[in-house]
């Protein structure tokens, strides 16, 4: 029998826990080894885990030859030097978004992937949430010539913290609004220009907390993406809409449906189609049940829980590592989706249109 790999996860923090849930649910991997600054919280989750080992200092973790590749879940400042140092110890990385917060720095781990010939991807999670992989086919082949994307993220919550200090994430763009990006690169395809709007609401913060920005992209569409972390608590929109010449697509929300409606709908030829996970699939049929006679749908069943964007993108670095395949968010498409935040916070400076 083939053994599990042996992960070893960097960063016991919040989000680690939904890396993790991911790979003991595919069960092809097991944690080994926990490592965090604070002994106490890589402690709990090695328990919580199963590991047999805890370490404080990284670079321990990384001579340890039974471990097989590391989970990097610290904050973005830290993924470039945790990143080089794993990939030349030989171990394969899963690292949390953004891959790194300058080119260079990307370049840094690009090299030292292909250097040591051990796999390296970045953790664009809700690329591998069904909503958003059927929204893309519904893209390109059910609504038509597409024209304009209109991406959302309105989230309840302060830059507090670690966030809201640009040294370490990067600035709340390269930290939250990421996934409002390499969405909207996903089912649009690549970015030639953008403009970019950005402001600072709350006075305590040393980064924006809202940005306006605008993309052109080079199959000649266009689209806008609108975002602030400084609603009220507890709000949270992330909602994509795309519309084509003969027919739209709305993703609606994807950790939320604030809309109160499916996670994602299809309008073509006078009709729209509701797809919707299974409990949620039984709500609606009975809801629609009573208005019916004026509403012409058809409801789909599909995987809509936010949660499993973690599983579907850890079973996927596995894949990876042990069939020998090149990840899909590789060094190279994290650090494009790096690139053009970056373009970003230099048309905001300068007020002008960039191209890439
Ligand atoms: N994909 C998503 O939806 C999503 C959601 C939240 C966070 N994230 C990303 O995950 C990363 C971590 O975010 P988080 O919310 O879990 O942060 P967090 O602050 O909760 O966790 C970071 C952990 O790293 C530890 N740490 C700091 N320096 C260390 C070091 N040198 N060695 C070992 N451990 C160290 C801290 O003690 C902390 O426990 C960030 O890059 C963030 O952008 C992604």
Redesign the pocket.
């Known amino acids: 029998m083939v053994r599990p790999l042996n992960i070893g996860v960097?960063?016991?923090?919040?989000?680690?826990s939904?890396h993790v849930r991911g790979f003991l649910k595919d069960g092809r991997a097991r944690i080994d080894a926990v490592?965090?600054?604070?002994e106490r919280?890589a402690k709990m989750k090695a328990e919580r885990w199963g590991a047999k080992k805890v370490y404080?200092?990284?670079e321990l973790l990384l001579k340890d030859n039974e471990i097989d590749a590391v989970n990097i879940?610290?904050?973005?400042n830290?993924?470039h030097e945790?990143g080089v140092a794993s990939l030349e110890a030989g171990k394969h990385v899963l690292t949390?978004?953004?891959m790194a917060l300058t080119l260079k720095e990307c370049d840094d781990m690009i090299a030292a992937a292909k250097r040591n010939n051990v796999k390296l991807m970045v953790?664009h999670?809700?690329l591998y949430w069904p909503p958003h992989q059927v929204a893309k086919q519904l893209i390109e082949k059910e609504i038509g010539k597409p024209i304009v994307l209109m991406s959302i993220l309105h989230g309840g919550w302060p830059a507090h913290?670690?966030r809201g200090d640009p040294r370490i994430?990067g600035g709340v763009m390269m930290?939250a609004f990421i996934?409002r990006f390499y969405v909207s690169r996903y089912l649009m395809g690549e970015v030639k220009r953008v403009s970019c709007v950005l402001g600072k609401t709350a006075a305590h913060l040393k980064s924006e907390d809202v940005g306006c920005i605008s993309l052109g992209f080079q199959n000649g569409t266009y689209g806008t993406i609108t975002a602030n972390v400084g609603g009220p608590p507890a709000v949270w929109d992330d909602r994509t809409e795309v519309v084509g010449d003969q027919g739209m697509v709305i993703v609606n929300g994807v950790q939320d449906q604030i809309l109160q409606g499916p996670p994602l709908l299809h309008y073509k030829d006078g009709m729209w189609r509701n797809y919707c996970n299974e409990r949620i699939l039984d709500e609606t049929i009975e809801d629609l049940k009573m208005g019916a006679e004026q509403v012409k749908f058809t409801t789909y069943e599909l995987d809509t829980n936010f949660l499993n964007t973690?599983f579907y993108m850890v079973k996927h670095f596995i894949d990876c590592v042990v069939q020998d395949k090149t990840p899909f968010v590789s060094g190279e498409e994290g650090k494009r989706i790096v690139q053009i935040i970056l373009t970003c916070y230099e048309s905001a400076a300068t007020g002008k249109t960039i191209s890439l």
């Open positions: 960097i960063g016991a923090g919040t989000i680690s939904s490592c965090d600054v604070f919280h404080t200092d990284y879940c610290l904050t973005p830290l993924h945790v949390e978004k953004p953790g999670n809700q913290g670690w994430a930290e996934h973690f």
